[in-house]
């Protein structure tokens, strides 16, 4: 069952806490509060809350806890949950020719069993909006995206679940096998269904739908452009892999005589309405295309490290004026499934390019947050703490043995261990205390997700 918003006249103070706001000029209070009204953000500021307000039905003295928006993954394949740990030191193409035979044998159950894998990771880490790429639909295998909505629904994480797909196979010189795509015409189908069935386009939305071949070197060029057409349409965002790993650019200049980035704007897939995964391998052109159109990128730091992709240009991206988030990515190529931890990651990586300034801890909160919100088109309603916006909100706990010798909370957030989570907000409920789901009995999600594994494996 779906979780249902709180009573709109309901409050929820929060006191003492540091509050790193995330706002247009970064706004820190050292000792402030929050009020949350019903599912919104009523109050935030320095000192106590006013002391006037009725209907608080609770009341959090946050000392030691610094507050921060609700963490924003853009970049995910849930149904990956399952397929962890296997080929541990592939690079991508190889690593994905390993995966797909199991992926196409996937169904609605176990794909629920993965989702709920996957999302309790993402809320037991900060994260309170997420999206979800599912590209992979067997035939005959049941409702596998309304699986994956259900199963989100059920923990309360806010979500833009995205219908993926693949059309381009081995015969027509992509890179899954034959047996694992559909026609172009059933996922145009498919995906005009989704949205009509789904998309939610209203202020405070739990669920919108995005339409999003999967990349370059598994979908046509034709159902690149249709689906851009499709999703102008119906107003709804268009969202791929590009320009992740050097094969994949060898592989568009060889079919397609250019780089992924062309390809994408001769197909009409850059625009403030698109982001891409990864956008590892971009040259100077490429970012000012990106910056000029308003396209955005998902990096997902700990994903290209583990199939050695290579860094993203990440200071260069946001000096250009590229919108940028962070996503964990599949759990099949970032085992840990947290979206906190990238945080601290994206910092580290990208700092390999040389400069100790090139993502500073602000920096990399701000990614997480209203970068992610940006590059979701949710600008408005999440990502920051402000009057107005919705009530998703992390209090991590900062004053334990890991953190309470660095004075700075941001610096303990996204340079040091991941803090406990004493409560996460998503619309105004707690969907966390105290590191634990309050939603779904953790220990039962585990033994779910450990059949579903063993049930995928054992297929053939
Ligand atoms: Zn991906």
């Known amino acids: 069952m779906a979780v249902q918003p709180p009573p709109a ?3 929820i103070v929060i ?7 995330v706002d247009a000029t970064d706004t820190e209070y050292a000792r402030g509060h929050v009020v949350i009204k019903g599912n919104l953000i009523e109050s935030v500021g320095d000192g106590p809350a006013p002391q006037w307000l009725d209907n608080v039905v609770r009341r959090i003295n946050a000392e030691g806890h610094l507050v921060t928006p609700g963490l924003v993954n853009t970049h995910h394949h849930f149904y990956q949950w399952i397929t962890r740990g296997l080929a541990q030191d592939n690079i991508l193409f190889d690593w994905l020719v390993a995966l797909y035979p199991t992926w196409a044998r996937i169904d609605d159950q176990l794909v629920h069993a993965a989702t709920l894998g996957s999302a309790a990771a993402l809320l037991k880490s900060g994260c309170t909006t997420a999206s979800d790429h599912h590209y992979v639909f067997p035939k005959g295998r049941g409702d596998i995206l309304g699986a994956s909505i259900e199963a989100v629904q059920s923990l309360g994480l806010r979500f833009t679940a995205l219908r993926g797909s693949m059309d381009r196979s081995k015969k027509d010189g992509g890179l899954p096998p034959d047996h694992a795509v559909e026609s172009t015409e059933e996922i145009l189908i498919a995906s005009e269904a989704a949205v009509d069935r789904w998309h939610d386009a209203s202020f405070g939305s ?9 990349s370059p070197f598994s979908v046509s060029t034709e159902l690149l452009r249709e689906a851009a057409v499709l999703a102008r349409r119906k107003g709804v965002r268009l969202h791929t892999h590009g320009s992740e790993t050097a094969e994949e650019e060898q592989f568009c200049k060889e079919l397609f005589g250019m780089g992924p980035t062309d390809y994408f704007e001769s197909t009409g897939w850059l625009g403030e309405d698109v982001w891409m995964a990864h956008c590892v391998h971009m040259n100077d052109s490429d970012i000012a295309k990106f910056a000029e159109t308003g396209t955005g990128v998902a990096h997902c730091p700990s994903s290209n490290a583990r199939l050695a992709a290579g860094i993203a240009r990440v200071p260069a ?5 590229v919108p940028v988030g962070l996503g964990v990515d599949g759990t099949a190529s970032n085992e840990s499934g947290e979206l906190g931890t990238e945080l601290r990651n994206a910092l580290l990586i990208n700092r390999l390019h040389g400069r100790p300034d090139a993502l500073t801890g602000r920096g990399a909160l701000r990614l997480g947050t209203m970068g992610g919100a940006r590059v979701l088109g949710r600008q408005d309603e999440i990502g920051s703490i402000e009057v107005g916006k919705l009530a998703d909100l992390a209090l ?8 309470s010798s660095i004075a700075d909370p941001v610096a303990a957030l996204t ?5 406990p989570l004493t409560a996460l907000f998503v619309n105004g409920n707690a969907v966390v205390e105290r590191d634990t789901l309050t939603t779904v009995n953790e220990d039962q999600i585990a033994l779910t997700c450990a059949r579903a594994a063993r049930e995928l494996a054992a297929r053939d």
Request: charged share 15%; aromatic share 2%.
């Open 415 to 419: 340079m040091g261990a991941l803090p």
């Open 206 to 214: 739990m669920l919108h739908v995005a339409i999003a071949p999967c």
């Open 15 to 21: 006191e003492n806490a540091a509050i790193a706001t």
């Open 317 to 321: 991206m946001l000096a250009a004026g």
């Open 396 to 403: 991590w706990k900062v004053d334990g043995i890991m953190h």
């Open 9 to 11: 006249d309901q409050r």
